[in-house]
């Protein structure tokens, strides 16, 4: 029985008969408490939702919220991992829907609609990207493909650590300050060919300038040179969310390193796919990516 459709909880027919036997089977009186007793649990239902969530309910933000500790949550196709004292996060990707289904188990699957408000992103036309990074080659292809099949495992871990929980709660750091030069969610076209679209922030800086921990978190991928980003570092801040960092010209970390905010973990280059020195900043809640400006201070003048 989907739960979206049917407003009671899942076992409600054995509770439904268990309250029939303790009432008596007299004919005027079941029909009248099982209005009464159907309509105060419709009641309850509708009134409040299977959970609070706080946060930025927008494509890219992160909700967060609480339940009991050994409860089981789905959302966006995703079981979500729940901390020893029941804190979770969600995470809302670029193209998120404007409604989609919470279900929270605890002795009932409760599922509740979680709202998410749509953005418009804007196009970015950008010539000069070398051709073969545009269109690359079969042997290109294949190295793309071993690279993106890395990248996807780093992320795809499950470290119990709350460190993004915080993090989200209090605020991430800029790992580096400067001119803003591509915003999350824009769609790029390289030379006349359409991309992908982009989902990171870009700061502007010389080639050198270091790049920071913007919150705590275990080093899950540390690469020197990858076909389109670079070098590259992943920082795992825990249960699904992660940073990534682009296009370094060091990597100054190694994986399984613990870093701090404000830690070093490599410097700002031009590697990999980009016509000149930045950092890219990108974030992820497993599959779903994350605009990181929606989670750090306005950028320092």
């Known amino acids: 029985m ?8 899942l076992n409600w027919r054995s509770r439904f008969n268990s309250r029939l036997r303790l009432i008596g089977s007299t004919a005027w009186g079941i029909p009248r408490l099982v209005a009464v007793w159907l309509t105060a649990h419709v009641t309850s239902v509708a009134a409040s939702p ?4 706080e946060g930025n309910p927008v494509q890219g933000g992160v909700l967060w919220g609480q339940t009991a500790p050994d409860a089981e949550i789905r959302f966006a196709g995703i079981q979500v991992p729940v901390l020893n004292d029941g804190h979770f996060l969600l995470g809302l990707g670029r193209d998120m829907p404007a409604a989609n289904e919470l279900v929270v188990t605890t002795h009932d699957a409760c599922a509740q609609e979680v709202k998410v408000a749509a953005r418009e992103y804007r196009v970015q036309r950008i010539e000069g990207v070398p051709q073969q990074t545009v269109t690359p080659s079969d042997e290109h292809l294949d190295r793309i493909r071993r690279e993106r099949e890395t990248v996807r495992r780093a ?24 001119r803003i030069s591509g915003v999350y969610g824009s769609q790029r076209i390289y030379n006349g060919t359409p ?21 705590a978190g275990e080093v899950t991928l540390a690469e ?43 410097a700002i280059g031009a590697t990999g796919r980009a ?27």
């Open 2 to 9: 989907n739960s979206r459709f049917f407003p009671f909880p």
């Open 50 to 53: 299977c959970v609070v969530l």
């Open 155 to 178: 992320k795809a871990k499950r470290l119990g650590r709350d460190d993004g929980l915080r993090a989200v709660q209090g605020g991430f750091r800029w790992p580096v300050t400067g």
């Open 195 to 215: 991309g992908t679209p982009h989902y990171g922030v870009d700061v502007a800086r010389p080639t050198g300038t270091p790049v920071l921990a913007p919150a």
């Open 224 to 266: 020197p040179d990858l076909f389109y980003s670079g070098g590259t570092v992943i920082l795992d801040h825990g249960y699904g969310l992660s940073s990534s960092f682009l296009h370094l010209s060091e990597v100054s970390v190694s994986v399984g390193d613990q870093l701090q905010p404000g830690d070093l973990l490599g």
């Open 275 to 301: 016509t000149g020195p930045h950092l890219d900043w990108r974030m992820s809640w497993f599959n779903q990516r994350i605009d990181p400006q929606l989670l750090v201070p306005p950028m320092p003048e």
